[in-house]
Structure formats: structure tokens, C-alpha cells
């Protein structure tokens, strides 16, 4: 089994966006940081334990990495993936 997959796969794997090309946008914009360090490069890999904060267009979403991804799932196999550490009524700033 992968320990480590790439930045972009793993959001798309994990269903934060619609489409791996959304995703590596994200990242590439500089809306993804990684253990508190903001991340260029879709390609940059990610690991369990890592820590994600990324700002999406109506919230930012703090994740901690569970697990890589083997596939896209469903929403709650996706789940499985990350543990959610923003409250979910937590406002954007």
C-alpha cells in the first residue's frame, strides 16, 4: 500500500473538489497549506497525519490525512480519508 500520494489526486480522491484539474488549481492559486507551510506545486506529497488548510470559496477547511486514496469513493468511503478539524459552523473571516 502508497503511504504518501500527490497533493492534488489525494483532494480529488477525498471528493474537496469535483475534478483533479480544480484541484491542482487550488493548489497552484496558493489556496492549500500543508502543516501550516503554503504549497505551489500539486505534485508536493501528502502523508497520514499531515494537516490541511485550504480555502475554498464560501469556507476554509481545516483536514487531517487519514489515509491515500486507492480511488475516487463515494462521499462517506471519501470520509474515511480525513478526519474534518473545523467546527462546521465556524464562519469564513
Known amino acids: 500500500m502508497v503511504d504518501r ?3 492534488d489526486k489525494w483532494l480529488w480522491f477525498a471528493r ?3 475534478t483533479r484539474t480544480l484541484a491542482a488549481r487550488l493548489v ?3 489556496h492549500v497549506r500543508l502543516n501550516g507551510h503554503r504549497i505551489g506545486t500539486p505534485a508536493h506529497l501528502v502523508a497520514a497525519g499531515d494537516v490541511l488548510t ?3 470559496e464560501r469556507q476554509v477547511r481545516v483536514l487531517r490525512v487519514v ?3 486507492a480511488r ?3 462521499y462517506p468511503e ?3 480519508l ?3 478539524l473545523t467546527s462546521p459552523s465556524e464562519p469564513v473571516p
Open 82 to 84: 480525513f478526519d474534518e
Open 54 to 56: 485550504i480555502a475554498l
Open 72 to 74: 475516487r469513493e463515494s
Open 16 to 18: 474537496v473538489v469535483k
Open 67 to 69: 489515509a491515500p486514496g
Open 28 to 30: 497552484t492559486d496558493g
Open 78 to 80: 471519501a470520509k474515511l
Open 5 to 7: 500520494q500527490r497533493l
